[in-house]
């Protein structure tokens, strides 16, 4: 048996990256992936979702193991508050995209991180999705994203690792995109 060591930078594993960008610039239409997701509601507002398997590389691929998360509300909506709301599960994704882009970006570039931190916000006036006022959008007002990073690099490089993060990120994408969501009822 032969140990094989890969060379990480942040624990990110750069030479794979490049070489999957390789060879997905070669056969572009491997690069075509599906995500799923599968919900089941529980009792009142409380969902479990879960994610395993997904489709790319041009066959179904699976996550090492099922991944479940519970959403619910809060008890101040009358809830019994088993799970982060929906929406903090958007923030939750948006943060975990872009923070992964930033580790991924520096080990691109060879830049040592010591610590990255994010803390987002988003803002939400309640009175759309309750139905008191029809002119009130049911969504977030805007989101805000607090980076504290400690790096090996100048603070123009930060600004940078920061930018191209924001620049390949799926989830920021399609949070600040319009995306086409088809919903059916299948009986």
Known sequence: MTNITVETENGVNVAALLGAR???????EAAS???????????????ESC???FFG???????VREFR??????????SEDKGSTPVEMILVGLAGCLTAGIASVASNRAIRLNSVTATLEAGMDIQGILGIDGDVRNG?????VSYQ????ATEEEIAALVAQSQKRSAV???ITNPTNVNVQVNQ
């Open 33 to 47: 992936f599906v995500w799923r997701a599968a919900c089941e509601w529980k009792n009142g507002t409380h969902t």
């Open 140 to 144: 977030f007002n805007g989101v805000t």
């Open 172 to 174: 920021f994408d399609i």
């Open 22 to 28: 390789e060879a997905l610039t070669e056969a572009p």
């Open 149 to 152: 990073i400690d790096a090996d």
């Open 57 to 63: 590389l041009g066959e179904e691929q699976r996550h």
């Open 51 to 53: 994610v395993e398997g």
């Open 69 to 78: 998360y519970d959403t619910d509300h809060p008890e101040i909506f009358a």
